[in-house]
């Protein structure tokens, strides 16, 4: 338990670290007593403005899309026994961001209901996974195929909503590829409400989460109604992937990554899972914003161009370590 706990304490460090240095870190640097002030409501002058009206939207949205989306992906991979499975890689966020796109064309103004919309979204496309799972004798390929073709689908139902009505999602680039260049607290604040509404259930529900994980006829076997269970803790997920869509975009791999990560050192029991998930997701997402945005400055780089680098050589590392639907 020390060391579970000496991890989580090291994750919530980074975390924390990463939402300094990406408040600090820019064109313009703010020192930390002058980030404190701002903070405090005490702060003039540019630097101030810089931080509260650009880099704290910004931050904010990076911790809380990185918590939802690395949680979904631990939440996914258990329920679909699928160590391969995540939001994007199964068309979960591919659906969400149908729905957000869909939202934005119909009810431009109406910026609270996007979280909502993408919730519909990444539901229904996790309903649909979960279909194809249940089916007998469903591979871990299958469902990634299936995740496959449903993120084409609905990728193309974003491209039809842009062409139908051109100023339905302004900053289409970012929101296609992943960015939050253009993100206000007013898009952070509704999903952020979604997203620790959803954690907070799933933190309620580690109990059952671990009886999931044991497989289907031992749950049953202890007294679990196994498929209640799979639609409300995939509801939450959704929830989570939803919330990260509607204010990052369509980013991808951090609900694959960073469970695998954390697994190595906290094993597979779901409260310190999902809590290691949630910070490290937090850091992971909100480090490789910084990096994008200041490395290559005066240009930035979506922070979702970024991410696919690094997430594309890792996913093919795990197809490769399969064998037999099974890890080697």
């Not at 939050?180 to 607290?185: E, I, N």
């Not at 369509?250 to 899972?273: A, C, N, Q, T, Y």
Request: aromatic share 4%.
């Amino acid at each position: 338990m020390a060391s579970k706990r000496g991890v989580l304490a090291v994750t919530a460090a980074l975390a924390l670290l990463a939402g300094v240095v990406s408040l600090c870190v820019g064109a313009v640097t703010v020192p930390p007593g002058e980030l404190l002030a701002a903070l405090a409501g005490r702060g003039e002058g540019t630097g101030a403005a810089i931080v509260l009206y650009v880099r704290l939207p910004r931050t904010a949205g990076c911790l809380a899309a990185g918590a939802c989306l690395a949680v979904a992906g631990a939440v996914i991979q258990t329920v679909l026994a699928n160590p391969l499975a995540s939001p994007s890689v199964i068309g979960v966020n591919a659906g969400a961001g149908a729905a957000v796109a869909l939202c934005c064309a119909l009810a431009p103004m109406a910026v609270g209901l996007t979280p909502i919309a993408a919730f519909g979204g990444a539901f229904g496309s996790a309903m649909l996974v979960l279909a194809v799972s249940q089916r007998a004798g469903a591979s871990r390929m299958t469902l990634i195929l299936t995740g496959v073709a449903l993120s084409s689908i609905f990728s193309a139902a974003v491209d039809l909503v842009v062409t139908l009505v051109p100023d339905a999602l302004n900053g289409y680039s970012d929101f296609r590829v992943g960015g939050l260049g253009s993100v206000t607290m007013a898009r952070v604040a509704p999903a952020a409400a979604v997203g620790a509404v959803c954690l907070a259930g799933l933190l309620l529900l580690t109990n059952e989460l671990d009886v999931l994980a044991l497989g289907t006829e031992t749950a049953r076997s202890l007294g679990l109604q196994v498929g209640q269970m799979r639609v409300i803790v995939l509801a939450l997920a959704a929830g989570l992937a939803g919330a990260a869509v509607s204010v990052a975009g369509l980013i991808g791999f951090v609900g694959l990554i960073v469970p695998h990560l954390i697994r190595r050192f906290l094993g597979e029991e779901s409260r310190p899972l999902i809590l290691g998930c949630a910070l490290g997701g937090a850091a992971l997402l909100t480090f490789c914003d910084t990096a994008a945005r200041t490395l290559f400055a005066p240009y930035e780089i979506p922070v979702g161009v970024a991410l696919s680098l690094g997430g594309g050589p890792f996913f093919i590392w795990l197809v490769l370590h399969q064998k037999g639907g099974r890890r080697r």
